[in-house]
């Protein structure tokens, strides 16, 4: 069983930055990719970033490469989004997943769990 808990959302002024962290607490945790989504109100669910097992590889979805920045501490068994220059249109409700085996897309059926999800809302 593994599980993941997202915290650091809010409300942030257009331009500005927030980070994100999701805290996962798994046996053998390492053994997964840890991946971002993002959902907006009558929008469908937008995978955005993913980081490796070993914290080496990432990959970022056009809509927010250049801003968003993923990384991971294995010490601490956390996964952090800072997400920096951030827009309106980033306004939604964050998840972070985890998917097993195989590097994997960006797809939403390629990650097995899935965090509860926190609101970021960008707007002044």
């Known amino acids: 069983q593994l599980h993941l808990v997202e915290s650091g959302g809010g409300l942030v002024q257009p331009g500005g930055s927030l980070r994100l962290s999701c805290a996962v607490s798994a046996l053998r945790w390492g053994d997964f990719h840890i991946g971002w989504f993002r959902q907006a109100p009558g929008k469908e669910r937008e995978g955005i970033s993913c980081?490796?097992?070993?914290?080496?590889?990432?990959m970022f979805a056009d809509s927010v490469r250049g801003r968003f920045t993923t990384s991971r501490d294995i010490a601490k068994n956390t996964v952090w989004l800072q997400m920096n220059s951030l827009k309106p249109e980033d306004t939604a409700i964050y998840y972070c997943a985890a998917a097993a085996g195989d590097w994997p897309s960006l797809r939403s059926i390629d990650f097995n769990y899935w965090g509860q999800g926190t609101q970021v809302t960008v707007s002044s």
């Open positions: 980081i490796s097992k070993s914290g080496r590889t990432t």
